[in-house]
């Protein structure tokens, strides 16, 4: 008898194991059974596209980004698995304005098929009185607009037009989605001007690894300097680092900054080439510039991320910032 109740115990437990696995998504993964049981999928590029995207259609797609954390998008290149993520995707949604670098080809060719792929920024693509353009004599746009958190609310109408439009029957849920959130999104813009309007005036100064931030910069009073240029790809010479360190020294910065995707060895060498100098400045925080943060933290959400950019920045250049959601 000992027997048989020890290989019934061994049985219930191997059955124990094999049942939740097949009977629904394995909760470690992260997918929520909506997610599974969505009657459409939708991709976004990047993660700041993908929240919001998110935020608008609940649950009633599920949502999957293709560049994850911590990720350069300028640098990325699709992969044989991105190819046929998009290509199974009901609805894809990119930056726009050639943010994704090497993933653009793939894109248009997509756009081609009838699919609906949208740019997110075709809003504004028009606006020549908004958009920047780049310092390096490319002729290219700056991408960077989800940086101006106003200038990023501008995404929600073309998300809203293309979701109903795929799927009207849904259409005032998508509405009423992106009413909420832009409410969230109008209380975050306030939160950072007032934050950086604290920094002392001479110090309101931001240097960064690359230059993402002008969009951020023009929308909340602060001069932007960035070692490398719009894209990644660009590098910094020797006499970009020796005028940035005298720029430094000159103006008695305080801190500096580092970004999540990019290197930290020219922000190093700023700090250390301003030591050298007599200006002692400090790492003032790392930024999340064309990635969010970690996947299921409060920073690897739009908001979050703007929060965290904010209110890291204006401690570190002497201002008051309580943090968004404090």
């Known amino acids: 008898m000992n027997f048989y109740n020890t290989v019934l115990r061994l049985v219930s437990a191997i059955l124990m194991m094999i049942i939740p696995t097949a009977c629904g998504p394995d909760p470690a993964s992260g997918e929520a059974d909506s997610a599974v ?34 990720v350069d998008p300028h640098l990325y290149k699709p992969t044989r698995k991105d190819v046929v993520t998009l290509n199974q995707a009901d609805v894809v949604f990119y930056n726009g304005l050639r943010l994704e670098g090497a993933m653009t080809d793939v894109l248009n060719r997509l756009a081609e098929t009838g699919k609906p792929v949208r740019a997110v920024t075709e809003a504004i693509l028009d606006e020549s009185d908004y958009l920047l353009e780049t310092e390096d004599g490319s002729a290219h746009t700056d991408p960077h607009v989800w940086m101006d958190v106003a200038g990023w609310m501008r995404a929600l109408p073309v998300i809203v037009d293309t979701l109903s439009a795929f799927d009207p029957e849904n259409a005032d849920v998508y509405q009423r989605n992106a009413e909420v959130y832009l409410e969230k999104l ?80 020219n922000v190093r060498a700023l700090i250390e080439g301003a030591r050298a100098r007599g200006h002692t400045v400090q790492i003032g925080g790392t930024l999340y510039s064309d990635a969010m943060g970690p996947g299921g933290t409060y920073e690897g959400t739009y908001i979050g991320m703007i929060d965290h950019n904010v209110t890291t920045i204006t401690r570190a250049l002497g201002g008051e910032a309580p943090g968004f959601l404090q």
């Open 37 to 70: 049981e969505a009657s459409y999928q939708v991709v976004g590029t990047v993660g700041m596209i993908t929240d919001v995207v998110r935020n608008v259609v609940g649950e009633h797609a599920g949502v999957e980004g293709l560049i994850g954390e911590g």
């Open 186 to 265: 109008r209380g975050l813009d306030a939160y950072a001007k007032e934050a950086i309007a604290t920094i002392p005036p001479e110090k309101r100064v931001l240097v960064t690894a690359h230059d993402a931030f002008q969009y951020f910069g023009r929308a909340y009073g602060l001069e932007v300097r960035g070692i490398q240029g719009i894209s990644t790809e660009s590098e910094a010479g020797v006499r970009d680092l020796e005028e940035l360190i005298d720029f430094i020294v000159e103006r008695e910065l305080p801190a500096v900054f580092v970004e999540s995707s990019v290197g930290d060895k």
